[in-house]
């Protein structure tokens, strides 16, 4: 059994002399995480995701009562550019669109614990390939990212697959549904927490559900999410704004809604 398998780990106890007892124990948060510092960041021989059909899931989902509508296919008004001007991506058939160039969005108040719904689209005439292909992302206090990509039929590095913790913890599984479909993502973010002098004393973690099925478990994240370089934890505020990334690809957004999570 290989060291890196996502789904259990061997110890092996010479407790007696004689005998080595071997114990298959479930994976923790600790052993993936473990595995996540092990694999190089983009590593293309990360084992993939298996490939699965999400189940029928009827969209749009319908925000509950008390959820802040940040888009409910009216406009922008939740939402501002980086520069705190407003946001200049494209309102269109009750979505809104990356308009490539005019730089992530960002909503106008800051979130902490916080359950997200959010549904998006790959452009419908799939382009380029690998992270070159319907890229955007879905980032929480603007540091960390839970990638949007078209994955369908797409190969690309397992942490940067839609539903990634990106460059951290590929998805579970590849439930992508083809470009020019509707798709869902319901997430819950934890933030991290940090003491008075900076120091963290909680990791963010995250539950993403990708067309309805669990992706990432509850997953304790490493840091900010990065490319290339792993970058450590640098304490922020309680409350930041949730963005959209703008990786020049015209990827639609619709039906966003948040609920504040209790402590
Ligand atoms: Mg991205």
């Known amino acids: 059994m290989s060291v890196r398998s996502s789904r259990s780990?061997?110890?092996?106890?010479?407790?007696?002399?004689?005998?080595?007892?071997?114990?298959?124990?479930?994976?923790s948060a600790t052993t993936l995480n473990a595995q996540a510092a092990t694999w190089p960041q983009h590593s293309?021989?990360?084992p993939k995701p298996l490939v699965e059909v999400a189940p029928p899931q009827q969209l749009p989902v319908a925000a509950p009562a008390g959820a802040i509508v940040l888009f409910n296919g009216g406009d922008l008004s939740w939402w501002q550019s980086g520069d705190g001007e407003a946001a200049k991506w494209r309102v269109v058939d009750g979505a809104f669109e990356v308009v490539p160039g005019a730089g992530a969005i960002k909503t106008r108040v800051g979130f902490g614990d916080v359950r997200l719904h959010i549904e998006w689209m790959s452009p419908a005439s799939a382009k380029g390939e690998g992270q070159n292909r319907g890229n955007s992302g879905v980032f929480f206090q603007q540091t960390y990212e839970v990638q949007v990509l078209d994955s369908y039929k797409n190969d690309t590095?397992?942490?940067?697959?839609?539903?990634?913790?990106?460059?951290?913890?590929?998805?579970r599984v590849n439930v992508t549904r083809p470009?020019?479909?509707?798709?869902?993502?319901d997430i819950e973010f934890r933030r991290p927490r940090f003491d008075e002098a900076g120091k963290l004393v909680s990791p963010a973690r995250l539950t993403v559900r990708h067309n309805g099925v669990l992706v990432?478990?509850?997953v304790a994240l490493l840091g900010?999410?990065?490319?290339?370089?792993?970058?450590?934890?640098a304490a922020h505020a309680d409350e930041l704004p949730i963005s959209l990334q703008d990786h020049g690809h015209p990827v639609r957004f619709r039906n966003?809604?948040?609920q504040a999570l209790g402590k």
């Open 9 to 27: 780990r061997v110890e092996v106890l010479s407790s007696c002399a004689a005998v080595a007892v071997v114990l298959v124990v479930p994976a």
């Open 224 to 233: 900010p999410t990065s490319h290339t370089v792993r970058a450590p934890y």
């Open 256 to 258: 966003v809604w948040v």
């Open 216 to 218: 990432q478990d509850n």
């Open 179 to 185: 470009p020019g479909e509707w798709q869902s993502y």
């Open 44 to 46: 293309l021989e990360r």
């Open 157 to 171: 590095y397992a942490d940067g697959q839609a539903g990634s913790i990106y460059g951290q913890f590929p998805p």
